[in-house]
Nanobody, 125 residues
Framework: QVQLVESGGGLVQAGGSLRLSCAASGRTFSSYAMGWFRQAPGADREFVAA????????YYADSVKGRFTISRDNAKNTVSLQMNSLKPEDTAVYYC??????????????????WGQGTQVTVSS
């Protein structure tokens, strides 16, 4: 089992940047692929980005491709999401999640077994 805690959310103007971090504890972090999801009010939770166990494979939603970058540091048990050129439509609660299939980069949320509590990102116009 792994416990996940997100941080780094906040309020930013459109065009600005934020960096989210997710700290993992428990079972060996490199046993998991990791993902970021987000949920806006009244909307379903949607996929943002995923990274495999080594960081050698990443996958992005079309809506964030070229603006967001997912990365991980297995020595520090963290996964990060660098968000640039933020738009008001990026406003949501952002969640990190762990997939026990370490080699995959998965967009389907039902495959993620563990979730953090979320961090709010608000982008003002």
């Amino acid at each position: 089992q792994v416990q996940l805690v997100e941080s780094g959310g906040g309020l930013v103007q459109a065009g600005g940047s934020l960096r989210l971090s997710c700290a993992a504890s428990g079972r060996t972090f490199s046993s998991y692929a990791m993902g970021w999801f987000r949920q806006a009010p009244g909307a379903d939770r949607e996929f943002v980005a995923a990274i495999n166990w080594s960081g050698g494979s990443t996958y992005y939603a079309d809506s964030v491709k070229g603006r967001f970058t997912i990365s991980r540091d297995n020595a520090k048990n963290t996964v990060s999401l660098q968000m640039n050129s933020l738009k008001p439509e990026d406003t949501a609660v952002y969640y990190c999640a762990a997939d026990t299939r370490a080699y995959r980069t998965e967009r389907r949320r039902e495959y993620y077994a563990y979730w953090g509590q979320g961090t709010q990102v608000t982008v003002s116009s």
